[in-house]
Structures are given as C-alpha cells and as structure tokens.
C-alpha cells in the first residue's frame, strides 16, 4: 500500500520538502477562501399554522356566509435567518395568512424576548403574510378587521402565534455557515427569465392609466412581472430552500369557497418542497439499492411491484372498512407524508412564496366578465348594466376555483425552479436593518409643488370611500355602489353620519375620496368592514364592542416601517397592499437614496424588493394620481392622498439612516389591545353520533370490488366530530395510503396535497352530529395498486373531555 505522498518526500532532497509545504499551504489557503465565500449563517423553518377548520369566517373577502368547512390545503409559517457570525441577523417569516396581525407580531416578539433576549426584536424580524383569501379570521385586534368572524377568534390568534414562534426557533436552531444567491433574471439565460408574464392583470387598469404617461412609458406592463427569488445553501448540504417575491392577489379561490387553502402562493410552496424533495429522494434511492422500504412520499415514483388486475382485486376485498377506534393524537402526526421525508441531520427544504405590492394585480388572468351576458365589463367602473354585483374576474381555469389557484400557483413554481436552478449571485456584505413606527394619522409630508418647490401637506386620520363597498373584479360588493365614484350618494351619506358625521377638515384632507366610513375617527366599532366585501355584510349582526378611552379600536394609524439588509438585498417591509405604480416608485426612490450614498455600499446591483402585508395591515396605498381616481384601491387608501408620499418619505429616512449607520427613534408604540378582546363565536358544546355508530365509522364507503383510474375522484364519508376539538397542529384530517406488501399501508397523500380534499358538515347549525367527507382526485402520476383512506379528528364528551378516534375506508384499486 503506498502512503501519504508526504511519506516519499521525507528521503529526497530538503527543497522538495520545502515546495511541497508551500504548495499544501497555498492549497490550505484556497480551501479557506472558498470556505469564507459563505460569510453567513444560514437558517430555515418552518411549522403549521392551519387554524380552525369549521364554524369560523374566512380573512380576505368579509363575506359572513364564507365559513370554514374543511381543508383544501394545509397553512405553514416559513422562517429564515440569515446571520453574521459575529454580528447583526435578520429574520423574515412568511405566514400562509391573509395578512400580518399587529397583534400576533406583538405578542411573537414578547416569546422571542423571553427565549432569546434582545437577539429578535421588533427591529429585525418581520413577519409578511401572502394575502390568502381562504384562511380562518379572527386574528387581528382591530375591529373593522373582525366583525365578520364575530369578533376576536383565539384558536385563530393561538395557532398563529405559536406556528410563527416555532418556525423561527427552528431557523435559529438550524443556523449553519452558508451562503445566499439573488436571481431575478439574467439575459444570459432568457430575455424573460425573472418575468412571470401569466399569473397576475391589472384589476385597476384605469386608474393605472390616470398615471402620467411619461412615467408608463418606462414600463412594459401595467402590473409588476418580475419575481425575485433568493437561494439558501448550507455550506455541507448544498441548496436548503428558497424565498421570493412576486405580485398577484390570494384570489384565486372565490369568496363562496369554504375549505382552508394557501390559495396560489400556498398551493406553489407545496409544489416546490416536493419538487426538490422528490428529486432528492429520488436521488437518494438510485444510490441506494438496498434500501428495506421505499420512502414514503416517492411510493407513487418508484412504482411497488405489480400484481395483475385481479389479483388486486383480491387484495381489496380483504380489506373492508372497519369500525371506528379510538386514537392517539400522535398518530396523526406520525402518519403524516412528509414527516418520512426528514433526515435526522439534514435540513428539511422549505420554499416559499412571499407577497409583494400586489394591490391592483388579479390573478384572474382572463379578465373580468359580465356572468349574465358574458360580456367584458365596463372599463371604468367594472359594471354590468350599471351594477358591480355581476362582475367578475376568471382565473384561468374557469370555472373551476381550484383549477385557477393550481395553474396561476403552477406557473409561479415553475418560474422559481427556473431561477432557482440558474441563480449564481451571491450575496455579499453587511446584514443590517432599521425599523420605526409613525402615525400615520397626522403626518407632515413635503412634496414638489406645481409650478416649482416643495409645499408641506399632512396625510388624514383613516376613513374609506364609497368605492371601496364596491369591492373589486376578485370579490364585488352588493347594491348600488360601484368603483370610481368620486361623489358618493345621499343615502348612503345618511346611513354614514348615523355611524360617525366626519368634519369639514376631513371630508377637504380626504378629497376627492367621498368618506363612507370615517374609521380613524370613530372610538366605538361599527358594522362594516373595508376590503372585498359587500356592504351589507354585517346587517344580521348586533355587535357593540367597547374599546378603551382614548383608544380607536376600528382601525390602526401606528404602523411599523423596516428595511432589512443583506448584503445588496434590501426588504422593505410595508404594513399594506400598495398598487403596482405605488410600488415601483417606493422601490425606486429607496434605491436611488442607497445608490447615492453611504460610501459606495452599494451599486446599481441593489435588489430591492417590497414585502407587503408584513408586521401589521392597513389596507391600500395608491399613487396620488390613482386615488384621484377612486377605484376600489384609491377609496381604501386610507390616509388621503399623500399617503404614498409619506411612506417614500419615511423610507427614504430608514434608508439614510441604514447606509450611515446612524439609529432611527423607534417612534410611538402600537396599542396592545388583546386583553380587551371580545369573541362571541360559540363554542363546541359536546359532539355526537347515531346510536350504535362510532366517531370514525364509514357512512358512505367506496363501492366493494371498485376499481378507479387516474383522473377519478374516489370519495368516503366519516362520521365525525367538529374540527375546532383538535386543529390537529402538524398532523393530517385526512390520509391516503397504498399497500405495500400484503399487510404494510402506507402513506402517500395527506392535508398538504393538492389532490385530496377535507370537507366537514353537520345537518344544521346546532346539530351535535357532523360528518367528513374526503374526496381524492387521483393524480396521473398515481401507481397501480390497493389503496384505502382513512380519516383522523377528536370528539367533545359532555364534559369537555377531548377523544381522538381514527377510521378508514375499504381498500379500492388504482389500475
């Protein structure tokens, strides 16, 4: 055997000693540079967030009869952190959530303190929301935010509280040295590479086009289709994850929908994580021939060894469904798909997709039609005969709301394999932040003047325009109201001063926006609420929550202003949905202020992206020449006209502060109001089910001797108990497992897939029966074999103990 070639080199001449310490040490010396290329740590997680699957209104569209009933997908937070070894961190959380709650960011950041110190605060986490339509509300404090879901919701708020704290401890536990690479597109590659050009319109072409022409010309499009996309690498794993920003509403799921869903943005994480995972195990598998059991999830890649048809029949039938049992909680868990694909000491790959400024930008790509005549609608107002109740955007899978939110979630996954699998920018430089809160109630704002110079003007205390109980082509509202009214109508003005009459000085600082609801001015909640809704929403209801003195409990004026840095990536956190226009000149006047300062931190390489919804939510921010307009956006910019230029004001304060490392005052602290919470939604009194018939029985089984094919839907009722027993936190509702062997079922598709479905009913309103029913579209890619479902919950005895129980459905083939 021959030794280490040092050994030879001992009994020839000392010079060659002495060129082969030089030549080990220069190598030495380039394992180190390669090494220190990867200047940060590095760390992801993630954790469910899925709140309460029944009886609780959906966030987004504030359509009272929109009341959860089951999962269509499963919601996560996703974490990361990216760290200096020896200095500053950042962490940025992206909530499969409508939005960020002030008080769900208040109450992450008291656990973090108590964890951790002063090592996560207000100023370096951030905490963004994707703006799905189709997640439980009750979360937020404010009470024109949670009217709908009568009031506040704890099981909402707990789960989001907790999923968010978990998946930051996960990030900060899996911090390792590593590396970020940028990649918005490169020519190199694709002259569209980085533009995602299918996946979101502009809902709000006119009031677009009231924008000077001169700066539309600088643009291609009237909606943003670039998507920034950042590349996590663990310096022994290789890639971790991913995160990136792109612009379309969470409206691919209608406002009757009523399962639980990440709508586009959620179901293009779920793509992506298995994407990469399939790949890897794959991967993996090939490697590894002798594997004893094929990995979980790939059961349908790797196909098991096949029987004939009729020796799977026979296999079936010798499985019919059996009584419901009794269960652990665990169970649940344990069954779930992806927990099989973990690797004890290898990061997990998570994927996500964060929201930007999306506030004008559908992801019914078709347009918006008239649904009694078919017809496009009216431009400017987005009417059919007058009325905005009949118009309505497709998504691009019309009719089928689930077909949009997988194509327009398809074409975003697909972008981001794309610039994934080509990004090569690193990231490289300092790790900073800066983070203030303004009121935004009474702010000064200089802007240019006509005719020359600066004049000072103020933003106004809230209040939301007639167009805004218009809705919009996503969700439109009812009766007369309709986008781009500038005027208002005399009814509707009477109803408005019976809530609150607002001054003179409010109806000139707000104008053109004629004020329905003078919200920043009212100190008593009132029965409507500002976004996608129509305006009759709350008429069944009898509501009169108190908020403290001194406080207005209907909306926030407070909001948390951040820029976070890493190395020529800034993230500027924005408490709302600013328009595209409005985007691009906050974006811009950021970046001039970084380009032109600071010492040459920065080139013109700076990666400016626009976080929305993140930290707290205060609705729309429109340019000023888009509220002149007074669509649905304009009227639900709430601070007046000038609000955009507050926001490029005080972010260009942040930006300055950032390149010369001066502090920011940290400005007036939001009101914590969660002790003062009110929730009038009932709770679960006991569950129950007909005599002789166990929690978890079949009650509708699939046919004996079935057999189905790819692209059937194949459907079993339970019976069951109500969801808000157990949410069933980093578990499963619902299961499909193939056979392995004669005996060994085992999972394949489970709440986080696409194809499987968990809908939950009961006969009435105050029945104490319920049942669930599962349905699973069999994907093409399906192998041949016996399958059953089977179907997880907890029941409520009488006396508030809660029993899990499991059941499952007779075998099928899949042929």
């Known amino acids: 055997m021959e030794g280490f070639p040092a050994q030879k080199l001992v009994a020839q001449k000392p010079c060659a000693i002495i060129r082969f310490w030089i030549l080990l040490l220069l190598l030495l010396q380039n394992s180190s540079g390669i090494l220190s290329a990867s200047n940060y740590l590095v760390g992801l997680g993630s954790y469910d967030i899925t709140g309460p699957a029944a009886d609780v209104n959906m966030m987004g569209y504030a359509n009272t009869e929109q009341i959860a009933s089951g999962v269509h997908l499963r ?11 020896q200095g500053n961190r950042v962490v940025f959380v992206n909530l499969d959530a409508c939005m960020a709650s002030q008080l769900v960011t208040l109450k992450v950041l008291e656990r973090l303190k108590a964890r951790y110190g002063n090592l996560y605060t207000e100023n370096n986490v951030a905490i963004s929301g994707i703006h799905t339509h189709a997640g439980p509300g009750g979360y937020l404090q404010y009470v024109v935010y949670i009217v709908t879901s009568l009031g506040f919701v704890r099981q909402s708020f707990d789960v989001l509280v907790d999923g968010i704290e978990q998946s930051i401890i996960q990030a900060h536990e899996n911090l390792r040295p590593g590396s970020v690479l940028v990649n918005k597109g490169n020519e190199k590659y694709s002259l569209l590479l980085g533009e995602l050009l299918d ?20 643009y291609k499009f009237d909606t943003d289709k670039e998507m920034t996309l950042l590349k996590f690498e663990d310096d022994e794993w290789g890639p971790v994850g991913s995160f990136n920003w792109f612009a379309t509403h969470g409206t691919s799921m209608s406002r009757t929908n009523s399962l639980i869903s990440g709508d586009n943005k959620g179901a293009a994480a779920r793509f992506m994580e298995d994407w990469f995972n399939e790949n890897d195990i794959q991967n993996a598998y090939s490697e590894n021939s002798e594997a004893d059991e094929i990995p979980r999830r790939v059961s349908n890649i790797i196909p098991v060894a096949q029987k004939n048809h009729h020796e799977l029949l026979e296999l079936a039938a010798s499985f019919q469904s059996p009584p419901g ?47 009694d005549t078919g017809l496009p609608c009216e431009f400017n107002h987005s009417t059919c005969g007058g009325k905005n109740e009949l118009c309505y955007g497709r998504g691009p899978g019309h009719p089928d709301e689930f077909e949009n939110t997988r194509i327009i979630g398809d074409r975003q996954f697909k972008k981001a394999v794309e610039l994934f699998t080509q990004a090569s920018e690193q990231l490289k430089g300092k790790v900073d932040y ?45 009766f007369d109201f309709k986008q781009g009214d500038d005027k208002g109508n005399a009814f509707w003005k009477l109803v408005r001063n019976f809530l609150k009459t607002p001054g003179k000085e409010q109806e000139d600082c707000q104008s053109p926006k004629p004020i329905l609801l003078d919200t920043g001015e009212m100190k008593l909640p009132y029965e409507w609420a500002p976004w996608d809704m ?26 948390p202003l951040q820029i976070l840095r890493i190395g020529q990536l800034v993230i500027l956190s924005v408490p709302g949905e600013f328009t595209t226009m409005a985007g691009r000149r906050l974006r811009d006047a950021v970046k001039t202020v970084l380009t032109s300062g600071g010492n040459g931190q920065f080139d013109n390489n700076v990666h400016v992206v626009i976080a929305g919804l993140t930290n707290t939510y205060s609705q729309y921010v429109t340019t000023f020449e888009e509220y002149d307009v007074q669509r649905y956006e304009g009227a639900s910019t709430l601070f007046g006209p000038h609000t955009l230029a507050a926001y490029i004001q005080e972010f260009q304060k942040l930006a300055t502060a950032l390149i010369n490392g001066q502090p920011v005052e940290p400005g007036p602290q939001p009101p914590d109001l969660l002790d003062k919470q009110i929730g009038l939604l009932t709770p679960v009194v006991v569950d129950r089910t007909p005599r002789g018939v166990k929690f978890g029985d079949v009650s509708s089984d699939v046919p004996q001797n079935s057999t189905f094919k790819r692209g059937d839907t194949v459907t079993v009722v339970f019976w069951s108990a109500c969801p808000r027993n157990d949410l069933l936190t980093e578990g499963t509702f619902t299961l499909v497992e193939i ?24 006969p009435s309103k105050l029945s104490t029966r319920s049942q669930a029913t599962i349905e699973w579209r069999i994907p093409e890619s399906a192998a041949s074999g016996v399958y059953r479902i089977k179907h997880f919950g907890a029941s409520k005895g009488l006396m508030g103990a809660i029993r899990h129980f499991t059941g499952s459905s007779g075998a099928f083939v899949v042929a």
């Open 434 to 478: 800066r983070h203030t809160y303004v009121d935004f109630s009474k702010l000064e704002v200089t802007v240019p003047k006509l005719g020359g110079g600066n004049e000072v003007v103020k933003t106004c205390p809230a209040a939301m325009g007639f167009g805004f109980a218009a809705g919009t082509t996503d969700g439109p509202g009812a």
């Open 534 to 559: 129509n305006v009759n929403a709350f008429s069944d209801l009898n509501v009169n929550l108190e908020v403290p003195d001194g406080e207005c409990g209907a909306i926030p004026s407070i909001l």
């Open 739 to 762: 056979l392995h062997g004669r005996d060994s079922w085992v999972p394949i598709h489970d709440d986080d897939d696409f194809c499987l479905r968990f809908l939950w009913s009961r």
């Open 75 to 85: 919601l996560r937070a996703r974490a990361f952190i990216v760290a200096e070894p």
């Open 325 to 371: 049992k009794r269960a652990t909680r665990f169970m649940s868990v344990a069954r779930r798909v992806r927990s099989a694909l973990r690797q004890a000491d290898k990061p997990t790959f998570l994927s996500a997709f964060c929201q930007s400024n999306c506030g004008d930008v559908s992801p019914n790509v078709l347009g918006a039609f008239c649904i």
């Open 199 to 218: 996946a979101g319109i502009s809902r709000s072409p006119s009031a677009y086009l009231n924008n000077p022409a001169a700066e539309r010309s600088k």
